[in-house]
């Protein structure tokens, strides 16, 4: 896995880069503003979670375009590209796979740059702060037919010590062209 | 105590995060938005750019003496303060020595990737004004953590400049 | 060397993006054309990953008598169809160029493009015209 961490070590350098305070900031905003707006933590998790999804389905072109990955062969793979070159060069830090088979896979983070400097206040202590990562991957993979459920198992602002998604793959989705003649 | 070196995110990250906030609060299409939906929608953004220029400025001037006249908080946000958030600085500066300043930025960022459809070129220019929402917002937070209130208006003009009038209300 | 047109589908079969720059013949029918088009490639991806000698499917170009049909399709499901005469080479390079470079640059990254929708923005239209007349 090690030309992995290279791959992702290299496109991370090239890319335009801005201060992750900046982003952990508005991240942090966003959120705030949702909270308001939703009032409750599950309506706000699951936007969260869709506002992640939009992102996925386009950034995943991104990615293809910049780390030219080959296509995986196996989930496993997928999920140590997705945590040594899509973490990298996106978020700038790698992530941990573990627990992984043929259908599902654990990504761990140490370092969550969305989720600088927070701490949840009581009242919102069931929050999935950094939902928006489930969404991106959701959407991302399905962009490239891999049908998947995202949990954040796991998060350093639940007082964890890594902050941890679960993706369990659903279903490997097949290419359909239906003629549909109006 | 030797400062960490300073952690970077792709700048694409940040610019789909403004992507989906602006999606948030104004649905897909702008063109069915009335015109209260896309005032409510200005503010929301606005807002989420006070609260991040706040801190933002906070963070930055941790170390440095305060500033003595409000033009000088104008133009560390001018300067530096634009610098580390766009790397570069705003491009004009004008008063007119009475409290009211325009921030002409030539290049945001945001904007010059802003290239409409055909259909919805019509709309083209109201969305880019609910981008540039968010840097106005920027700078108010930046002013309030410096104890100067202030009310920014935008005005996108050709695309990708805008301008800030930061009007600062004297407070007695 | 000659580029006659330039396909862009998304993974549903629609034709984002549709340029001619030169067709002697004209296009009589846009529409179902866009369609035989998309429906041909899908069924030779299947054709040659199931009759292929060697391990390995995919296939990046296919020529008739007087014109190439060069293909480059992502893992997203986007395909991407540059039609050239015959005196064209390996046309990957171009054809992925135009993804990570226009595609990406000028439709991913900006504010105002909607996935799936069709193509119309002046900075991609403006790429695309910049590009492949420097071919």
């Known amino acids: ?182 | ?172 | 060397m000659l580029v006659y047109t330039l396909h862009i589908f998304n993974r549903s079969g629609t034709c984002m993006y549709y340029r001619e720059w030169s067709r002697p013949v004209p296009n009589s029918d846009l529409k179902s054309n866009n369609k035989l088009m998309f429906g041909f490639l899908f069924s030779l991806k299947q054709l040659v990953a199931k009759i292929s000698p060697r391990k390995g499917g995919g296939f990046y170009a296919c020529s008739t008598n007087v014109f190439k049909l060069n293909y480059f399709e992502t893992p997203s499901g986007h395909r991407f169809i540059l039609c050239t005469d015959l005196s064209a080479g390996d046309m990957r390079e171009p054809l992925r160029h135009i993804y990570s470079h226009i595609f990406v640059e000028c439709l991913v990254k900006n504010p105002l493009w909607r996935p799936n929708e069709e193509i119309t923005n002046a900075n991609f239209v403006q790429s695309i015209e910049k590009y492949i007349t420097s071919l």
């Not at chain 1, 335009?16 to 998790?45: C, H, M, P, R």
């Not at chain 2, 897909?28 to 400025?57: C, H, N, P």
């Not at chain 2, 409290?99 to 930025?105: A, H, I, K, T, Y």
């Not at chain 2, 929402?133 to 937070?141: T, V």
Request: proline share 2%.
């Open chain 1, 1 to 182: 896995m090690a030309h992995l961490r290279k791959t992702g070590d290299a496109v991370f350098s090239k890319v335009e880069k801005v201060n992750s305070e900046l982003f952990s900031l508005t991240y942090g905003a966003i959120v705030t503003q949702l909270l308001k707006d939703y009032e409750e933590v599950d309506a706000t998790n699951e936007q969260l979670e869709k506002m992640g999804y939009n992102i996925g389905i386009r950034l995943v072109d991104e990615f293809l375009a910049k780390a030219q990955i080959s296509s995986c062969q196996n989930f496993s793979e997928t999920a140590e590209v997705i945590a040594k070159v899509g973490f990298k060069m996106f978020l700038g830090v790698t992530a941990e796979v573990t627990n992984s088979n043929a259908s599902e896979f654990s990504l761990q983070l140490t370092d969550n740059p969305l989720a600088e400097f927070v701490e949840l206040p009581e009242q919102y202590s069931q929050l999935s702060y950094s939902n928006m990562l489930c969404g991106v991957l959701r959407g991302a993979l399905e962009m490239v037919q891999m049908r998947v459920e995202c949990t954040l198992t796991k998060d350093a602002l639940w007082g964890d010590d890594v902050t941890e998604l679960r993706v369990v793959l659903k279903e490997l989705m097949d290419e359909e062209y239906k003629d549909d003649d109006e």
């Open chain 2, 1 to 172: 105590m030797a400062a960490a070196p300073h952690k970077e995110v792709a700048e694409t990250c940040f610019s789909y995060l403004q992507m989906e906030l602006v999606e948030l609060v104004i649905g897909s299409d702008v063109s069915s938005v009335s015109t209260v939906e896309l005032q409510r929608a200005s503010r929301k953004i606005e807002a989420v750019g006070f609260q991040v220029g706040q801190r933002l400025a906070e963070r930055y001037t941790k170390d440095t003496p305060r500033f003595a006249e409000t033009i000088d908080v104008i133009k560390f946000i001018c300067k530096d303060f634009w610098f580390e958030i766009y790397r570069k600085q705003i491009d004009r500066l004008q008063t007119n020595n009475r409290g009211v300043f325009m921030l002409q930025d030539n290049r945001n960022r945001l904007l010059a990737r802003c290239s409409p459809s055909l259909e919805r070129r019509g709309n083209a220019k109201q969305v880019a004004a609910l981008y540039a929402r968010f840097p106005a917002g920027l700078i108010r937070g930046a002013l309030s953590c410096f104890n100067v209130t202030a009310s920014v208006s935008i005005e996108v003009g050709e695309l990708p400049s805008c301008e800030f009038t930061v009007k600062v209300q004297e407070s007695k």
